[in-house]
């Protein structure tokens, strides 16, 4: 007999809702409570406070007998086969779902931030390259690929995308940011939660909210936010990406806001998330989250007040293992139901409460890129052939080719050309080349800490780094074979000094979670590699493969190109030699101001007047490099723009459309910017905020015209009652290649009443490119 839970043919809440009825206070809290198979108690940790709290955690046996809510990261936590990880995964499945009597299964949650976190599988960009792409279609294509690989050995939910807007560069987890701009984040963002969601994987937003915005970029450190900012600049990508993205999962973040942390701040998890933007998928603590409410916070006294203090704000399951929410110290009914109910509520959606579920992976192993050869023996390029059981059998490929070309095109689309005064690039072949800095024959110039080598691997030397990747070193051999390469600068026609950062987790590296930063200094003592190059005579190229933008100024006036790339991943050696060759043309764009000196934070992007440079400060923030530069080897002219609405209502829009034409000898792209400039607020406003953008791809004498929808609906601010509203007025669109570098000015008069906006407000400036 079907029992109404088990019934497909009703709505998912309702058939939550009858199981919910049936359970015992045991079983619903063991619904809300997760278990970390496997994480280690000794070695370094990969979460804060790991080793504290692992030993006092729940152990699966204890639990079994009432359910489980989520098993935490089966393929991310030690090096496992893929194909073993499936079968191992598929049976503890079937561990669980006997060990009650329900038959209920756990969601299966992992890291997928550049890529699935599992060992084997393909390593993408991080996601601050993403954001130098500006390319949302293809990071959703990219989250597609990635989603598909963690469905397909019987994952269900993935911790990503952040939408931590960057507000001070020295922060370790710059690096897991997308940028500095919320529009830029929120759209990227957006674009990365459709693709995971497409695939059928739970997209989790993370951190929720101000984690970016901590005094002095230290990490869980307290966020001075004011409402407006928080309002304005923190939340909107989080907004977007639930309201356009359909994201179904949060996650509250370590900092305490004004005095009241995330994991405790019904504000934030309630009555904004549930009751405003009308969420109802689940809220899942970070890491430890509620753990640190007692630990650190000190909010809480004991692990049971930490528990009903998260409970009471709008958490829902306790990640990544079981410690405060425990039936031994009772939760509130009423609010354990609620947060049971939504937890049940996503089992239904994802088909786990279904009379037929099996815990064998639902996609053939052709979607992950089909069978591989070998038996799981190492080849000879460093890379592990997976195998083991998959579906019915059959080996299976994390790695397979066609997410390689992804990795590969987002690497090479996110490659920032920031300055080439002398034409020193491309290069040509045959040239004799002198290549400086360790950081040219190293793979971790290539990796994120989120990536599976420098986030796990690293506790594992004696295994493979499981994928290929090539050092730039390496791939520029290949790129250009007929050069010679040395490392005297005196007797080479061009030096490439590669500097930048090694990711790492809590200290272990210059850039990552825990791997905050004074300055913007570069680290290492790489300045005296650089000052070293440039005494040398010969042209000097500098390349920055690192987590965060560090100041270049010293050398501005003395470098005879500049290019960045942040961890590009497994094919970014190929990508930032191909930018080098010429073979790739330029066209990333920064996400992130680059500064001219190493205490020049926060930048002045997004600031008011007196917020950039000028009297009566001594300090000037002026960045090198502003947020949105990036130059091509074609160049290309911009027509004067049309307008077909000067004038306005409040709630109308406007259509600007200008013709951008490539006037080179080379195909590029050109990214088209559009800012908005509101000359008077009634509070302090940005000079400038992005509003629009479109990548241009042009050959040689072609041209495009750009078709930019702004609805009036994106000039909305929030005044100083707390209300966010459409005043009418003056505005200029500044139609440009960068913040500060503007072709064009389209002025605009809004007219008509002053209109209050609300969550169902337009949140894009659509552009076309025709």
């Known amino acids: 007999m079907v029992e109404p839970w088990q019934d497909t043919t009703r709505p998912a809440r309702t058939r939550a809702a009858d199981l919910l009825a ?31 709290y692992a030993s006092r955690s729940a152990a699966l046996d204890a639990l079994l007998p009432y359910g489980l809510g989520h098993l935490t990261r089966p393929f991310g936590t030690v090096p496992v086969d893929p194909g073993e990880g499936a079968a191992r995964l598929t049976e503890l499945q079937r561990t669980i779902r006997g060990g009650n009597r329900f038959g209920l299964p756990a969601i299966a949650h992992e890291e997928c931030l550049t890529g699935f976190t599992a060992w084997q599988a393909t390593v993408f960009p991080t996601p601050l390259a993403w954001g130098a792409t500006f390319d949302p279609a293809l990071v959703t294509e990219m989250a597609r690929a990635i989603g598909t690989s963690m469905r397909a050995v019987g994952v269900h939910q993935g911790l990503a995308p952040v939408l931590d807007v960057v507000r001070d560069a020295r922060w370790g987890r710059t690096e897991e940011a997308i940028g500095e701009d919320p529009y830029l984040v929120g759209t990227i ?32 450190a307290p966020a001075s936010l004011g409402p407006r900012e928080l309002a304005d600049v923190i939340l909107p990508p989080f907004e977007m990406a639930l309201r356009e993205g359909g994201a179904r999962s949060v996650m509250p973040a370590y900092n305490d806001i004004d005095g009241l942390p995330a994991h405790a701040h019904a504000g934030l998890l309630t009555q904004l998330l549930r009751e405003q933007w009308e969420f109802s998928g689940t809220v899942v603590s970070d890491y430890y989250g509620v753990s640190l409410l007692e630990e650190a916070h000190r909010v809480a006294d004991g692990e049971g007040g930490a528990a009903r203090l ?106 920032v050309l920031l300055a080439n005064d002398s034409g020193a690039l491309p290069l040509s072949d045959g040239l004799r080349i002198a290549l400086l800095g360790p950081l040219a024959h190293e793979q971790a110039a290539m990796l994120g800490c989120y990536t599976f080598p420098r986030h796990v691997g690293v506790h594992h030397p004696e295994l493979p780094i499981g994928v290929e990747v ?13 050069a010679v390469f040395g490392d005297d600068p005196a007797a080479a026609e061009v ?29 290492y003592g790489q300045d005296e590699l650089l000052d070293e190059a440039v005494a040398s005579g010969t042209p000097v190229v500098i390349v920055v493969l690192s987590g965060r933008p560090y100041a270049l100024g010293r050398w501005a006036d003395r470098a005879a190109a500049v290019v960045q790339a942040f961890f590009p991943g497994q094919e970014g050696g190929g990508a930032v030699a191909g930018v080098l060759s010429g073979r790739v043309a330029p066209s990333g764009r920064l996400p992130v101001a680059v500064p001219r000196h190493p205490g020049g934070q926060p930048a002045p992007y997004l600031a008011p007047p007196l917020g950039r440079n000028g009297f009566p400060s001594t300090v000037d923030p002026t960045p090198l490099y502003p947020f949105g530069h990036g130059l091509s080897y074609t160049t290309f002219a911009w027509e004067a723009p049309e307008c077909d609405a000067p004038e306005l209502p409040t709630d109308g829009e406007a259509t600007v459309r200008l013709t951008v034409r490539n006037t080179g000898d080379r195909p590029g792209t050109e990214v088209v910017q559009l800012y908005l400039h509101d000359p008077v607020g009634t509070v302090t406003r940005p000079e400038v905020r992005l509003v629009g953008y479109a990548r241009v791809a042009l050959d040689p004498g072609a041209s495009a015209e750009v078709h930019a929808t702004f609805p009036a609906d994106l000039a909305a601010y929030t005044g100083a009652d707390g209300r966010r509203v459409v005043e009418p007025g003056a505005l200029e669109l500044r139609v440009g290649a960068s913040s500060e570098r503007v072709h064009h000015t389209v002025p605009l008069t809004l007219t008509g009443p002053v209109r209050e906006v609300g969550h169902d407000r337009r949140m894009r400036c659509e552009l076309r490119v025709k």
Request: proline fraction near 8%; include cysteine; hydrophobic fraction near 35%.
């Open 470 to 482: 090539p050092t730039l070193a390496e791939a520029l051999r290949t790129e250009l074979p007929g």
């Open 495 to 523: 030096c490439l000094a590669v500097v930048g950062d090694r990711s790492g987790l809590f200290g272990r590296g210059s850039s990552g979670e825990g791997c905050d930063a004074e300055d913007l200094q570069l680290p």
């Open 189 to 220: 963002g957006t674009a990365y939660v459709r693709g995971l969601e497409t695939a059928g994987v739970v997209a989790t937003l993370k951190h929720f909210a101000g984690y970016s915005a901590s005094r002095a970029a230290r990490n869980h």
């Open 310 to 415: 998260a409970l009471a704000a709008g958490v829902d399951v306790e990640l990544p293992a079981a410690r405060c929410f425990s039936p031994a110290d009772p939760l509130p009914e009423d609010l354990l139901d609620r947060a049971v109910l939504r937890v049940l509520t996503q089992k239904c959606e994802l088909g786990l409460l279904d009379p037929d579920w099996e815990p064998l992976p639902d996609v053939a192993p052709s979607a992950v890129g089909g069978p591989v050869s070998g038996d799981g023996s190492v080849s000879g390029d460093g890379s592990v052939s997976g195998s083991g059981p998959m579906s019915g059998g059959g080996p299976v490929d994390l790695n397979p080719p066609h997410l390689r070309e992804l990795a590969r095109q987002v690497a090479e689309e996110s490659v």
């Open 22 to 52: 049936r359970m015992t206070t045991e079983e619903k809290t063991a619904q809300l409570s997760s278990v970390w198979v496997g994480a280690d108690t000794e070695g370094a940790d990969v979460a804060p406070g790991q080793h504290t």
